[in-house]
């Protein structure tokens, strides 16, 4: 009988004896890991010696379902139900996908562009957590026939751009195969841990991790000191990978064979075709100095040479996010102490030649790079077993986090590059008397007015007790856990009222999107803080009229008509002030208010206390 033993530190419930197993759910392929006599492995198929299982997933008429290899050579004889790249879809809607179609060979489903997007197969429709799903369960499956026993628990890794929808959605497949997934770890982390790098603990370490895949690109920073790794920045780009050097070599190639476009993008089983046999020329290109192929009866071909012309430009979109990393990081190159190659792609010469002269170092690449994330993974499983002494892993969120304030602006919280997990908070008050329910909005991004950002999701806090606008005091605690998944609790401290959502946004974020925010928040920056300027003096405003207003009706009796004539003309003008788009047009109709009623509120004040003194109503 099995023994359970708690693990105080990581609040993990850890079966004796279970391995917790690593795996990185690529968008190409996929991998399992664990920890074997102290060293971490890949588990290989039975027959080909391959540590890889291509993510792929074909479904036959008959309801049966092939994954990996099997599935891949389906791309060609039945692309319509063979899924790739599904993990482009993860926790994603079809607004966010579509101008992707045409690179799928499946059917995306269109009909309500809001939702979270589903694939159609047959007459069936499945989430890419369903589809992702039967890619884990494949690996659970080849790691337990190694191991010939059960496994239950692991390890994902997934890029660290991912959002909090992404993460979770991932969660979901894990769980979905029958995997309990104890963590979720971001790619760069993983493959920092895979070479060793952090495990000394008397040595501190800035290191670049640069991963090209098959679909996607990222880098980023860590700095590693005492066990703990910290990631400094990252940057990249979900749309540049292998599978557009396939597409630029697809291209050159069709036309070299002087096929139409129209007639190659209506024959999807040639579009196929033509994308493998790419890809076969790319890696006989990493190697070799020449190809040779052919395809539809016609002989292609291409060089060394060309093959580096034409795909430079790609390498130097790279190259540029590393500068960006860097940027954000605020480091040089010469800051960096390692840089550690992962993805396949990497395997191409002018990659590997390209990043070392932009960092002015040899790169790591002596491990497998399609297997480093993966062996990264088991390491970090093995941690969590207990089986190592205390590492730490802290990661970061790459957008700001905050709420919708009065006037659409958004009040950071947790502000971009922090490190998680993290909580931050910040006190808030109402701008209206008697306000009950208040309404918290969230928002992920970098510009100063909401609108411009992305919402996350938004919850009320209910039955707040009548109180005068400015006394509730309203308590906004912002947590972010190791995951990367966001928790926002609310309470109005006056009278204990609480209430709190995880945030689950409808659908994520694109990566395109996350760069454009970014972009957008530095090209935007003066103009958001002119606007921020308007809102904020009109804010200011609107409670000093409501203010203005009070003190009339209160000091009625204290106030001669002449100074309620002029306090009233001068709160006209301010309310007026407030209507125009200029701020210090507001802030000069505040200050002449401000001047003219100060020494009335003073002798008003006086007077009530005097009142007060008179002696009624002591104790
Ligand atoms: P992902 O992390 O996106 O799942 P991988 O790290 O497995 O991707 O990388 C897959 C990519 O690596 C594919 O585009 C594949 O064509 C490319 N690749 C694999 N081997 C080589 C090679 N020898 N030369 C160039 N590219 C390669
Ligand atoms: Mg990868």
Known sequence: MATFSINLKDGTLNKDNEVIVGIDL????????????????????DLQKNTLVPSVVHFASDGSILVGDAAREKLITDPAHTIYSVKRLMGKSYNDVQTLEAFFGYRILDEDKDALVKVKVYDRYFTPVELSANILRELK????????????????????????????????????????????????????LAYGIGLDKSKAETIAVYDLGGGTFDVSILQIQDGVFEVLSTNGDTFLGGDDIDKTIATFFAAQMGLDTQVLSANKHLQQELRLLAEHAKKTLSDGSFFQGEIDGKAVSIGRDTFEELIMPLVQRTLDCCQNALRDAGLKTNQIDKVVMVGGSTRVPLVKQKVSAFFGKPVFNNLNPDEVVALGAAIQADILSGNQKDLLLIDVTPLSLGIETVGGLMDVIIPRNTKIPSKAGRQYTTSVDGQKNLKIAVYQGERDLVENNRKLGEFVLRDVPPMPAGLPKIDIQFILNADGILTVRARELRSGLEQQIDIQPAYGITEEDMARMLLDSITHAGADMKIRGVLEARNEANNLLLAGVKFLQQNDGILTDEEKVNTNALLKALSEATQTEDKDVIHQAIETLNNYTMPLAHRAMDTNIRAAMSGKKIG
């Open 26 to 45: 690529g968008t190409t392929n996929s991998l399992v890991a664990y920890m074997k006599d102290g060293a971490a492995v890949c588990v290989q198929d």
């Open 141 to 192: 499956s080849r790691v337990e026939r190694e191991l010939k026993a059960s496994v239950n628990q692991a390890v994902i890794t997934v890029p660290a751009y991912f959002n909090d929808n992404q993460r979770q959605a991932t969660r979901d497949a894990g769980k979905l195969a029958g995997l309990d997934v104890l963590r979720i770890v971001n790619e760069p982390t993983a493959a920092a």
